[in-house]
C-alpha cells in the first residue's frame, strides 16, 4: 500500500511561484517502477492532468497549460516528488494533488483513472 502526502498549497499573487511536495510512502525497490502524477481540480471543474515524471529514469511529460512554467523533480534519498510552479496564474487556481501509477503508455497517464494511490490535495490560489 502506497501513501502519499501532498503538501505546499497556499495563497499567492499572480506571477508569483509555489513548491508543491509530495512524499511517498514506497521502498526504493517499488520506486524503479512508479510514475508521480499531478493533477488539479478546479471548482466546477474536472480533475485534470498537470504532469508526471517516471521515478525510474525521470522522463517528464507536462500539460500544455503549464509547460515552461512548472517543473517536476525527486528526491530519491526522501521518496518526495516536487512541483515548482512559477509564473502563477489566476487560472492555476485548484486544488493540486499527487498520484501514483504502475509505468504506463504516457496517453495513459493523462487519465486520473490510470493512478491507484492519491494524496489529500493542497489548496493553490492565485489572486490577480
Known amino acids: 500500500q502506497v501513501q502519499l502526502v501532498d503538501s505546499g498549497g497556499g495563497l499567492v499573487q499572480a506571477g508569483g511561484s509555489l513548491r508543491l511536495s509530495c512524499a511517498a510512502s514506497f521502498s526504493r525497490r517499488e520506486s524503479t517502477s512508479v510514475v508521480m502524477g499531478w493533477f488539479r481540480q478546479a471548482p466546477g471543474k474536472e480533475r485534470e492532468f498537470v504532469a508526471a515524471i517516471n521515478w525510474f529514469n525521470g522522463v517528464t511529460k507536462y500539460a500544455d497549460p503549464v509547460k515552461g512554467r512548472f517543473t517536476l523533480s525527486r528526491d530519491n534519498a526522501k521518496n518526495t516528488v516536487y512541483l515548482q510552479m512559477n509564473s502563477l496564474k489566476p487560472d492555476d487556481t485548484a486544488v493540486y494533488y499527487c498520484?501514483?501509477?504502475?509505468?504506463?503508455?504516457?496517453?495513459?497517464?493523462?487519465?486520473?483513472?490510470?493512478?491507484?494511490?492519491w494524496g489529500q490535495g493542497t489548496q493553490v490560489t492565485v489572486s490577480s
Open positions: 498520484a501514483a501509477s504502475r509505468p504506463k503508455p504516457w496517453e495513459r497517464l493523462l487519465r486520473d483513472d490510470e493512478y491507484n494511490y
